[in-house]
């Protein structure tokens, strides 16, 4: 995450997302990504912001760490990886944990939900953990 403190590394970009999307390779990947965007951006009711120069990402939140360091987030994201989807703000509540069992293939990281296509999982369920994950608010963290 970014960190207002020391200047955050993945901000939000003035990159047109379209932009980035057309330049995704394979052709498989770009076409999961054109579908992927259609979708979150009905699901979440938000316009997609490049964050960085790889991830897409709909809202933010604010948050703040124990130790001070604070900064802005999305609240659900995106980024079309050569091998595999990586959606962020997917598992961050006990529902979308829940739901997550229903997604179909994937893979799960700290942060992260990793898909290998967008043919194997439930469009349906990742519609719900991206609703779920524009409830979101501002925070404190624990770490």
Known sequence: MGDSGSGAKTRPTDVPVEEF????TPERRRLEAQRVVALLTEATGEDPVMWGPSIIGWGTYHYEYASGRSGDWMKVGFSPRKAQ???YGLKDSEAQE?????????TTGVGCVYVKRLDDIDVQVLRELAVAGMARGDHD???
């Not at 999307?21 to 995704?24: G, K, S």
């Open 21 to 24: 999307v057309a330049r995704v």
């Open 141 to 143: 963290a624990t770490a």
């Open 98 to 106: 829940t739901a997550l069992t229903r997604l179909g293939a994937h």
């Open 85 to 87: 989807l990586t959606f």
